[in-house]
């Protein structure tokens, strides 16, 4: 966001990041490697992952937008949980799980306990868990929100941007993403409505729901009749999937009739390596000369790549 872009009455927070996570964030590497770090493809530390995940959730590119904010829903739990005990945390940082995990994955306690928390936050939490069982409601915490990361990172620094009136508050009132109301109603169900929302519901409800922790629940968006081909395809492309899912995938004939499907599940650390080796005598020279200089794809698949290659190249 250039200055002239600027909202009246906002004014920057400079959010410390590492030199990988600013080149990125720059563009300088191209937007293919803008969509390999929202994808997990990348040598990347939870915290820089995480980072760059909820700036992409804000930014301007709507595809990045909603891949990000599905990837942010399925976020292991173990990194979350390490990032928000980390008292070195940047505020906006805190602010942005307490909004979107406080009431999952156990992080209630190591957030309020974080002396980073701003103050006003911590307060919300506290009062909402004795309210309603570590709960945290949206009227309680409407006073603190997540931060929005800018776009200036040339020198390390990622900006946010938060709300002044006459004195600064401690965070802003978020912006709603797209699929808000049915985020908060996810808060609410059981683990049989979510099921039934996943095999029933539209894209949004898909999209949602496929990162759920429970694997009844993510399992049952394969099972959505309305699920389309592109939507498996960034699905097998998320590292984050589980092996759950790349069962159910593996399992359709029509889903492995697609190319770009049987690389993906080539690509991805959860597919069991006799299938992924399987896979990939139907890849094409282009994709096994990239596999065969890949480090993010584990050295059988590399070497059986070049292998792959060499008996090509013998029977021409």
Request: net charge positive; aromatic share 4%; no cysteine.
């Amino acid at each position: 966001m250039t200055d002239s872009e600027k909202q009246p009455g906002r004014k920057s927070v400079r959010l410390k990041v590492t030199p990988r996570v600013a080149h990125i964030v720059s563009g300088r590497g191209g937007r293919d490697e803008q969509w390999k770090a929202v994808r997990g493809e990348l040598d990347l530390s939870d915290l820089e992952r995480f980072t760059l995940l909820v700036y992409f959730s804000q930014s301007k590119d709507t595809e990045l937008i909603k891949a990000a904010r599905q990837i942010l829903d399925g976020f292991p739990a173990e990194g979350l949980r390490s990032l928000a005990s980390d008292a070195s945390l940047h505020p906006a940082l805190l602010v942005f799980l307490a909004r979107r995990y406080a009431r999952r994955h156990g992080l209630h306690d190591l957030l309020v306990t974080n002396p980073s928390l701003p103050e006003s936050l911590r307060r919300s939490l506290e009062s909402a868990a004795q309210k309603s069982g570590s709960e945290l409601s949206d009227d309680e915490a409407s006073s603190s929100s997540e931060d929005k990361p800018d776009d200036r990172t040339g020198r390390g620094e990622a900006a946010h941007e938060e709300q002044q009136s006459g004195e600064e508050s401690e965070s802003d009132e978020p912006e709603a993403p797209e699929n808000l109301s049915k985020f908060q109603m996810t808060m609410h169900m059981g683990v049989a409505e979510k099921i039934k929302a996943a095999m029933t519901g539209d894209k949004e409800w898909r999209g949602l729901l496929i990162g759920d922790t429970n694997k009844l629940v993510s399992s049952a968006v394969l099972k959505n009749p309305r699920i389309t081909e592109k939507e498996v395809q960034t699905i097998a492309r998320n590292k984050a999937t589980n092996e759950e899912l790349i069962r159910i995938i593996m399992l359709n004939r029509e889903w492995m009739k697609s190319y770009s499907i049987k690389l993906a599940l080539v690509m991805h650390p959860r597919t069991p390596l006799g299938n992924a080796l399987r896979f990939m005598g139907g890849l094409t020279e282009k994709d096994l000369k990239n596999l065969g200089k890949s480090r993010e794809v584990s050295p059988v698949i590399s070497n059986n790549a070049r292998r792959l290659l060499m008996a090509k190249a013998k029977n021409r």
